[in-house]
């Protein structure tokens, strides 16, 4: 994998994050901060989805998708219980555990074939 498309993957996966964050602290305020946590998370989220969109211009969809959406599920997981403290069960610990290991066996070994995403042209 090249190393932009890891960059993308990261990238995504930290913007996702900070726009879910930005998202739940609008939510407990009132106001123009709620405004501005909200506007803050939606320009993150932008961001993130510009990310995963180049992402997927060099490399498998299944594995993007995976590596992207997993990774950011799991570490927004681990962000709200660190900065929120919101507690998990330790069925819910086994289960981001478990989709964290999913993500390394997605991106294990890659499909045999690459289909080549074409361009549209005018």
């Known amino acids: 994998m090249k190393w932009f498309t890891v960059l993308m993957i990261f990238g995504f996966v930290a913007f996702y994050t900070g726009d879910n964050v930005c998202l739940r ?25 510009v990310m995963l969109t180049f992402a997927l211009k060099a490399q498998h969809p ?12 799991c570490v927004l997981q681990l962000a709200s219980f660190y900065i929120f403290r919101v507690p ?3 069925l819910q610990w086994a289960g981001v555990i478990l989709i964290a290991i999913g993500i390394f066996c ?10 080549a995403v074409q361009q549209a042209t005018p």
């Open 106 to 115: 997605v991106q294990s070994k890659p499909p045999a074939t690459h289909v």
């Open 25 to 49: 602290y609008s939510s407990e305020r009132a106001g123009w901060p709620a405004f501005w946590w909200f506007a803050v998370g939606n320009v993150l989220g932008f961001i993130a989805t």
């Open 62 to 73: 299944n594995i993007i998708f995976a590596l992207a959406q997993g990774g950011g599920f």
């Open 88 to 90: 998990l069960s330790p």
